[in-house]
């Protein structure tokens, strides 16, 4: 792994990084995260009793949307071809949350780790602006990659992450 920053040119000022001789390659990011809440808000979620409709399927349309359009969010992405996104949301009792995972495709010069990123990202936003009239305590945390493949870095998993 480099120390070097690649977003930095040598006087420390951000640049884009130029990725055009790079070979195209699959690109598969996994990322999660998860909606912290009371235990009678995921009841009202679950039970599809929350004031602005179907939370689930919103949230999914979000991140769907937000992991298309990551280069507009995050200033030095590159716009990339994305050919699959797929974001998981699942109950979790035990925990008082809602668990997030979006799963991205591409061939590209780059990975589509910010796309995931952003999409668990956005899925969150949006599960907590539909329930917020019955909980503003809710919480987005660790939004995390869980695994990339492709490109010249290879595979890399996190461990403990199954």
């Known amino acids: 792994m480099s120390d070097r920053l690649t977003h930095l040119d040598e006087q420390g000022r951000a640049r884009m990084v130029d990725v055009g001789e790079k070979p195209i390659s699959e690109r598969v990011c996994v990322a999660r995260g998860a909606v912290r809440m009371a235990a009678e808000t995921l009841a009202a979620l679950t039970e599809g009793r929350t004031p602005k409709g179907d939370v689930f399927a919103t949230a999914r349309i979000a991140g769907i949307q937000a992991a298309k359009r990551t280069d507009e969010w995050i200033p ?43 999409a668990v990202s956005a899925a969150g936003l949006v599960i907590y602006d539909m329930c917020k009239a019955i909980d503003r305590g809710m919480s987005v945390e660790a939004v995390r990659l869980v695994s990339k493949t492709g490109g010249k870095s290879g595979s890399w998993k996190r461990a403990g992450e199954g």
């Open 76 to 118: 030095l992405a590159h716009p990339l071809p994305v050919e699959s996104i797929e974001i998981e949301l699942s109950p979790d009792p035990d925990g008082c949350a809602v668990q997030i995972q979006a799963t991205v495709r591409a061939h590209a010069r780059t990975g589509v780790e910010m796309e995931a990123m952003v």
